[in-house]
């Protein structure tokens, strides 16, 4: 059995996206600038594509910018609104838990001038609201929170958020890569100015994604040339991938509901068969996306479990980096603040509306057996020690 929980990772192109997406690979092949009808043609598939983003996130078709992907959706509304912001203020807040594409770019910018405050999180992974509305200040020119977290599926209270902000005449963007498709989005009613997506989290292809602008938000390009994407983001269009995109979109929009409430109830059965079976496991983050389970067994290894899981052919991932042979934690956890051999036992099970409860039951049946094995085998000091002698997993 090949059971795939890595879907905050990357999802499957879902069939019905791929049969949108197949015609761009063929008889629709024309460039969407040209002015004869290959273009016009292409055009308007393009253009529908964008209204069913926007209907996806209750904004309008011209608020929505095709990308490459999350990177660059992130990277064009940080440096794009700073660029073109008049005001003069050099101060960004962020959060100590945001996905890389956030972190390594505001931590860029600081190298650069600007001053950075990265608010923190606590022992849940909820953020410290008190200290973001302290760190507002008149000199703070943009504030980038995640909706939803990637590695923990904690989710933010942006509405919130945004309107502390906008109040003080802050330009706001939030990551909402793992948020789209998996909650439901209304930028009418959330005031955020700056919004990304990427496609190959929520069942389209990798290399495509979005940014939202809200009317009336400046934005510099970072990609020069010609006038796409209305002069916002040179180059050619993906048009295979926008067309996924949009259809992807659609089909979120219509199942969301339903599929939320079937994926939430097997993630629950994920966690209660886990907590039940496997002494010395804890949930990381509470108020989290209905798919994530991030779940840490005490004195073992993260990557030892993932090695042994793909065995029986189950796909899942840590919360910590194998990086030049030492296994540091996941900043994310670090910053939550979980213990050192809680979070080096880190697993992040991600699920989507393709697994079955079946899949479920395997992860169930096997993760108890993969524990004992390895705490039998703990290289943590006292690890072994504590364990010894007391059955650690009830199957
Ligand atoms: C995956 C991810 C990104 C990056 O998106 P890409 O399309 O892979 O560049 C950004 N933010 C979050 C929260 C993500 O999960």
Redesign the pocket.
Known sequence: MNVYLDN???TMVAPEVFAAMQPFFGEFYGNPSSMHRFGGQVGRHVDRARQQVADLLGAEPDEIIFTA??????NLAIKGALEAMKSGRRHIITTRVE?P??RVTCRWLRDHGFRLTEIPVDREGTLDMERLEEALTPDTALVSV?W???ETGVVFPIEHIARLAKARGIVVHT?A??AAGKLPIDLKQVPVDLL?I????LHAP??V?ALYVRRGTRITPQIHGGHQEGGKRAGTENVPGIVGLGRAAELAAETMAEENDRVRALRDRLEQGLLQNCAGAQVNGRNRLPNTLNISFEFIEGESILLMLDEVGVAASSGSACSSGSLEPSHVLRAMGVPFTLAHGSVRFSLSRYNTEQEIDHVIEHMPGIVTRLREISPFVGGAAAWAGKSTCNV
């Not at 992907?69 to 992130?74: F, H, L």
């Not at 990427?198 to 989290?201: D, M, T």
């Open positions: 905050n990772a990357t992907g999350g990177s660059e959706g992130d996905h594409a956030v995640m939803a977290n990637n990551d890569v793992q990304t990427s496609g190959h989290k990798k290399g994604g």
